[in-house]
């Protein structure tokens, strides 16, 4: 079953995808003009989920966040409740304050799977349910329904991510939204900006600052923050596209191909064309 609304006036959609066997999504090719966040809960049993070429266990009753440019596609997509959205529909990050999952829930390195305790499983099916109601109710107010539903979602499982992400660390909020907003500025600019100096500038803050309030949530060190989100941008342009090595380079904001060359082999073990080729043949099952 997909239910699903549309505003023509702000192009907003919004998608409930339920128990539907064929549930995935391609960003660089099919579905590259179609920005849609995805909340994907998997009902089911254990199942493998691939994200951009790489395989992870999806437990039952866990919930996954995708971001807009990540590509996927689940082993049993019969047994997964997906909620997509893009910005024309609600937009997370005008919306912050309200929600407050920018550069956590959405706009991390890392894919989080969230796990649904028995009480949130009862509440998240009241709220399946009620969202199914109102999408195949057409109406004034529908739309307006349907983004205080959405709104609800977010902020539940955002809650329940971020007490299992930091569960031993007394969340301090204004220390929390920093290293969201630092996440949130690489993931707008890491094509362009490299340094630690450039984001801890436009936080108003020091680097050490920044080293010292990730080392308290045993979080990365921002410098593998920006370096990791390069890197898999990377990997995502070499797997999914044909552009060459040197205009990925300069996408990636190195001024020199060789040096990217040596950026990319130091962190992966590999150049990027024998990533490339053995990106390949992984896929094809050689």
Not at 137 to 142: E, G, P
Not at 186 to 198: G, K, P, R
Not at 199 to 227: C, D, E, H, M, W
Request: net charge negative; charged share 25%.
């Amino acid at each position: 079953m997909k239910l699903s609304v549309s505003d023509h006036n702000t192009g907003g959609d919004l998608l409930l995808h339920n128990s539907e066997t064929q549930f995935d999504r391609l960003f660089y090719t099919r579905d590259l003009d179609h920005k849609y966040f995805t909340i994907a809960w998997n009902r089911g049993e254990k199942q493998t989920v691939t994200i951009d070429s790489y395989a992870y266990d999806f437990m039952p009753n866990t919930i996954l966040p995708l971001m807009y440019n990540q590509s996927f596609y689940f082993e049993h997509s019969a047994d997964i409740v997906a909620w997509q959205f893009n910005r024309e529909f609600y937009c997370i990050v005008d919306h912050d304050t309200e929600v407050s999952c920018v550069g956590f829930l959405f706009g991390m390195n890392d894919n989080i799977f969230i796990d649904l305790d028995g009480e949130t499983q009862r509440k998240l099916q009241i709220l399946l349910d009620i969202f199914i109601e109102e999408l195949k109710t057409n109406d004034d107010i529908q739309n307006g329904m349907l983004v205080m539903l959405l709104k609800r979602l977010i902020t539940m499982i955002t809650k329940l991510a971020r007490t299992g992400t930091f569960p031993d660390v007394k969340l301090n909020d204004d220390r929390f939204h920093i290293l969201r907003k630092f996440n949130l500025l690489v993931e707008m600019n890491f094509h362009t900006q490299h340094s630690v100096s450039y984001y801890a500038g436009r936080l108003n803050k020091s680097p050490k600052t920044l080293s010292n309030l990730f080392a308290l949530y045993n979080y990365k060190t921002p410098i593998q923050v920006i370096q990791e989100r390069i890197l898999m941008e990377a990997k995502r342009l070499l797997f999914y596209t044909d552009k060459p090595a040197k205009q990925i380079t300069y996408e990636l904001g190195f001024d020199d191909a060789a040096y990217f060359s040596n950026f990319f082999k130091k962190h992966t073990a590999l150049s990027p064309s024998e990533f490339r080729n053995n990106k390949k043949m992984v896929a094809e099952g050689k």
